[in-house]
């Protein structure tokens, strides 16, 4: 039987007739009753509270901190079901004031800026909404805020899986009392048999975190937990094919192994930049703008881009020490790839291939090429499907010497292909020589994508946001009527949630309702996600500059570190073959 509605209307099919609170039980016009209290609360106190004297209240901290992390990260996933939003935005409300209990890491920071940093490094890997989800929970798990059962009651049982699998994903190392090279490679080949994948990204994302923040320990457990990370979690990460994962954690690991040679080999590195902007950034920037003018170019596709990297400073001292190279031999220091996506047609891959040729006559016009450096894979596929342009081109200007400058040139759809085949390639490169066992392993990859395609497809049913929904995402998770407008009643739900004072939320309606009717439009609530954004920005800057400040004032404090002589190069020669071949 249907309630009476007291004033006639056409009920929308998902709205309930009347509002409900979280234990079901039935309110009569809770709206007007909560509005006359905010009114009550407005005659005494006024108008006069700012946005930022808001944002020291409990209530509209906790919001605005819920709103800025729910946006960054969607922002990162890019393409999201609405499901994920939902278990997205659950698992960030569970969290925050959960985390704000906690007390700060060892290393200083507040246990919410660790959470969110480790869910980024997951978004940026394009992770799903569960391994996110798990990966904001995880910090509270560890600290027994709350546990797994209470995460699979509340959140979902695929979050509570994920981390119940990290947690055991992170004992592995424990299994071996000695970690050689025997006992690494059977751990890596261990993890990737018998564990989720996700969750061995979860985990070694958590490595990552750690490695970044290991000034706080003692000389020896830094460099007991760089061996680790060194010989088990780096080709791991290569071996999921998260390739910047793993050469950060090896230059990490490097860094806290052998500081001397790190800081000889990355002066030497810097040595080949100009001025204050990065010598690859101003060979992308060059390339990219000739790429953009060039008509015949323009025709072929709709859109190019470049990216440039550094050779990591691992690979550099590799091949400077277990190679026997001198540094002008160590061509490839610079590299830029370009991705290009060719226009729709039904002769799109031919038309790719041509705009691939196409840019590399641009490359000609700009460098000198070094023809035996030259490398067809489009014309010659390599045996696992690779195709790809490489050259290597001479960057010397002014009389001034430069290493060679490595450069691939690929179409969008042979980049996604390359990355799914370095999947299978980095087996061999993690430890798995038997090609039998590489090939198992390869399967189980094969039939998980298979599987992760599958559930895209499932998800495409359901409906993906579109580019314009994105935008109001979670102005639609707290508008929970469905009517078009957050009222006082949601507003207060969702600072109950975040552990914060209902009448909080009094504050921060009267502070948003620009035309005060009691209630939040979309255009009302998108001016404060602008506000939160802006602020956010603000904190982020001033960490950037922070990092860059710490890092100039102390240039003449090592600066004498960097004269690192030739006996003590030699002596670590040695040492660093021997874990290179880990």
């Known amino acids: 039987m249907e309630l009476y509605l007291p004033h006639p209307h056409h009920r929308l099919p998902h709205q309930d007739p009347i509002p409900r609170t979280l234990d079901h039980t039935v309110r009569i016009f809770p709206f007007t009753l909560t509005l006359r209290k905010c009114n009550q609360r407005s005659r005494r106190h006024g108008f006069s509270k700012t946005r930022s004297f808001l944002l020291e209240q409990t209530g509209g901290k906790m919001v605005v901190e819920l709103v800025g992390a729910f946006n960054e990260l969607t922002e990162r996933m890019g393409m999201l079901s609405s499901s994920g939003s939902h278990l997205l935005f659950k698992a960030l409300k569970l969290s925050i004031p959960l985390l704000h209990a906690l007390p700060l890491t060892p290393d200083g920071r507040s246990s919410l800026s660790r959470a969110l940093s480790i869910s980024l490094l997951l978004a940026d890997l394009q992770m799903d909404a569960e391994v996110i989800s798990a990966g904001i929970l995880r910090p509270v798990v560890e600290a027994r805020s709350i546990s797994i059962l209470d995460v699979r009651n509340q959140i979902g049982s695929g979050t509570a899986h994920l981390l119940h699998e990290s947690l055991r994903v992170m004992k592995v190392p424990s299994k071996v009392d000695v970690l050689d090279d025997d006992s690494a490679t059977a751990l890596r080949k261990f993890c990737l048999t018998y564990y989720d994948m996700r969750a061995v990204i979860l985990d070694l994302v958590l490595r990552l975190d750690v490695m970044r923040h290991l000034d706080y320990m003692p000389r020896y457990q830094q460099q007991l937990t760089s061996l680790e990370v060194m010989r088990l979690h780096a080709p791991l990460a290569h071996a999921v094919g998260a390739n910047w994962l793993s050469l950060e954690l090896e230059d990490l690991s490097f860094q806290y192994l052998f500081p001397h040679s790190y800081l000889y080999v990355d002066s030497w590195l810097r040595s080949h930049e100009t001025g204050s902007k990065p010598l690859v950034d101003v060979y992308k920037e060059q390339l990219l703008r000739s790429l953009r003018v060039d008509p015949l170019l323009a025709d072929m596709v709709v859109d190019v881009s470049v990216d440039g990297r550094y050779k990591s400073r691992y690979s550099t001292m590799k091949k400077l020490l277990k190679d026997g190279r001198k540094p002008e031999q160590v061509n490839d220091v610079l590299g830029l790839r370009v991705i290009l996506e060719p226009r729709d047609g039904e002769d799109m891959a031919e038309v790719g291939e041509q705009a691939c040729y196409r840019t590399r006559e641009v490359v000609r016009s700009m460098w000198k090429e070094m023809p035996h450096r030259t490398k067809d894979y489009i014309a010659r596929p390599k045996a696992n499907g690779y195709r790809s342009l490489h050259m290597a081109v001479d960057v010397s200007d002014c009389g001034r010497s430069r290493p060679l400058m490595e450069i691939q040139i690929r179409t969008k759809e042979m980049d996604m292909l390359a990355d799914a085949g370095m999947a299978s390639h980095s087996l061999y490169k993690s430890g798995l020589t038997d090609p039998e066992e590489a090939k198992r ?48 009643e949601e507003l207060m739900e969702v600072m109950e949630e975040l552990g914060a004072p209902g009448e909080d939320a009094c504050e921060m309606m009267q502070l948003l309702d620009a035309n005060s009717d009691g209630s939040l439009s979309s255009d009302e609530f998108e001016l404060f996600q602008k506000q939160v954004g802006f602020m956010r920005n603000f904190e982020e800057r001033d960490e950037q500059y922070k990092t860059v400040l710490n890092e100039k004032l102390q240039i003449a404090d090592s600066s004498s570190l960097i004269q690192v002589s030739g006996e003590d190069l030699s002596s670590r020669a040695s040492e660093l073959d021997l874990l290179a071949s880990g």
């Open 441 to 488: 392993l390869k399967a189980i990859m094969m039939a998980a994508a298979e599987f992760a395609a599958l559930r895209l497809k499932d998800i495409n049913h359901e409906g993906i946001e579109t580019e314009q929904s994105q935008n109001n995402r979670v102005f639609r998770l707290l508008d929970k009527n469905g009517d078009g407008r957050i009222n006082i």
